[in-house]
Protein backbone atom coordinates (compact mmCIF):
# COMPACT_ATOMS: atom_id res chain seq x y z
CA UNK A 1 0.00 0.00 0.00
CA UNK A 2 1.40 3.64 -0.75
CA UNK A 3 3.12 5.28 1.78
CA UNK A 4 3.66 9.18 1.47
CA UNK A 5 6.17 10.81 3.67
CA UNK A 6 5.32 14.30 4.73
CA UNK A 7 8.70 16.81 5.84
CA UNK A 8 8.06 19.90 7.23
CA UNK A 9 11.19 22.26 7.73
CA UNK A 10 11.87 25.05 9.40
CA UNK A 11 15.92 26.25 8.28
CA UNK A 12 17.76 27.69 10.26
CA UNK A 13 20.98 27.69 8.27
CA UNK A 14 21.47 26.66 5.18
CA UNK A 15 24.66 25.77 3.80
CA UNK A 16 23.21 21.83 3.69
CA UNK A 17 20.77 22.75 1.49
CA UNK A 18 22.64 22.62 -2.26
CA UNK A 19 24.05 19.29 -1.75
CA UNK A 20 20.79 17.73 -0.30
CA UNK A 21 18.39 18.88 -2.52
CA UNK A 22 21.19 17.25 -5.46
CA UNK A 23 22.05 13.96 -4.04
CA UNK A 24 18.95 12.77 -1.98
CA UNK A 25 16.52 12.43 -4.97
CA UNK A 26 18.59 9.61 -5.62
CA UNK A 27 18.14 7.56 -2.75
CA UNK A 28 14.53 8.08 -2.88
CA UNK A 29 14.41 6.94 -6.48
CA UNK A 30 16.41 4.06 -5.44
CA UNK A 31 13.54 2.56 -2.72
CA UNK A 32 10.59 3.25 -5.55
CA UNK A 33 9.87 6.77 -4.22
CA UNK A 34 9.27 10.01 -6.35
CA UNK A 35 8.91 13.62 -5.33
CA UNK A 36 4.85 14.76 -5.31
CA UNK A 37 6.02 18.21 -4.00
CA UNK A 38 8.96 19.73 -2.47
CA UNK A 39 7.97 23.16 -2.49
CA UNK A 40 8.09 26.63 -0.17
CA UNK A 41 5.02 27.98 -1.69
CA UNK A 42 2.65 27.14 1.48
CA UNK A 43 0.24 28.97 1.72
CA UNK A 44 -2.57 28.43 4.57
CA UNK A 45 -6.25 27.74 3.96
CA UNK A 46 -7.27 27.33 7.75
CA UNK A 47 -5.55 28.27 10.61
CA UNK A 48 -2.78 30.18 11.43
CA UNK A 49 0.20 30.62 8.43
CA UNK A 50 2.98 28.22 9.48
CA UNK A 51 6.43 29.12 10.44
CA UNK A 52 7.79 26.38 7.43
CA UNK A 53 10.41 26.96 4.93
CA UNK A 54 9.62 23.88 3.24
CA UNK A 55 7.30 20.94 3.03
CA UNK A 56 8.00 18.16 0.85
CA UNK A 57 5.52 15.23 0.27
CA UNK A 58 7.36 11.72 -1.25
CA UNK A 59 5.45 8.53 -2.20
CA UNK A 60 6.66 5.32 -1.48
CA UNK A 61 5.14 2.54 -2.52
CA UNK A 62 4.84 0.85 0.57
CA UNK A 63 5.90 1.30 4.57
CA UNK A 64 8.92 -0.75 3.60
CA UNK A 65 10.21 1.50 0.95
CA UNK A 66 10.03 4.63 3.14
CA UNK A 67 11.55 3.16 5.96
CA UNK A 68 14.15 1.57 3.63
CA UNK A 69 15.13 4.84 2.74
CA UNK A 70 15.27 6.54 6.23
CA UNK A 71 17.51 3.88 7.20
CA UNK A 72 19.70 3.92 4.27
CA UNK A 73 23.10 4.44 5.13
CA UNK A 74 23.92 6.87 2.30
CA UNK A 75 21.18 9.24 3.51
CA UNK A 76 22.61 9.19 6.91
CA UNK A 77 24.90 12.08 6.39
CA UNK A 78 22.40 14.01 4.61
CA UNK A 79 19.46 13.38 7.60
CA UNK A 80 22.47 14.76 10.15
CA UNK A 81 23.02 17.63 8.09
CA UNK A 82 19.58 18.65 7.70
CA UNK A 83 19.31 17.98 11.53
CA UNK A 84 21.83 20.14 12.25
CA UNK A 85 20.52 23.02 9.79
CA UNK A 86 16.89 22.66 10.29
CA UNK A 87 14.07 22.19 13.10
CA UNK A 88 12.12 19.50 10.72
CA UNK A 89 9.62 17.22 11.19
CA UNK A 90 8.81 13.62 9.29
CA UNK A 91 6.25 11.40 9.11
CA UNK A 92 4.67 8.82 7.17
CA UNK A 93 0.84 8.11 6.04
CA UNK A 94 -0.91 5.60 4.33
CA UNK A 95 -3.28 5.65 1.28
CA UNK A 96 -5.97 4.83 3.55
CA UNK A 97 -9.52 6.65 4.44
CA UNK A 98 -10.28 6.60 8.24
CA UNK A 99 -13.86 6.95 7.50
CA UNK A 100 -13.95 3.89 4.92
CA UNK A 101 -15.99 6.41 2.22
CA UNK A 102 -13.62 7.07 -0.29
CA UNK A 103 -13.56 4.36 -2.77
CA UNK A 104 -10.44 4.97 -4.60
CA UNK A 105 -9.11 4.31 -0.87
CA UNK A 106 -8.53 1.26 1.23
CA UNK A 107 -10.26 1.55 4.50
CA UNK A 108 -8.17 1.63 7.36
CA UNK A 109 -7.66 -1.16 9.55
Do not use: C
Amino acid sequence: MRHYLIAQVKVAEDSWIPEYAAKVPDIIHRHGGKYLSRSANITSVEGEQPDLDLVAIVEFPDLDSLQAFAADPDYEPFRAARQSGANSQLFAIDATDVAGAIDYLAPEG
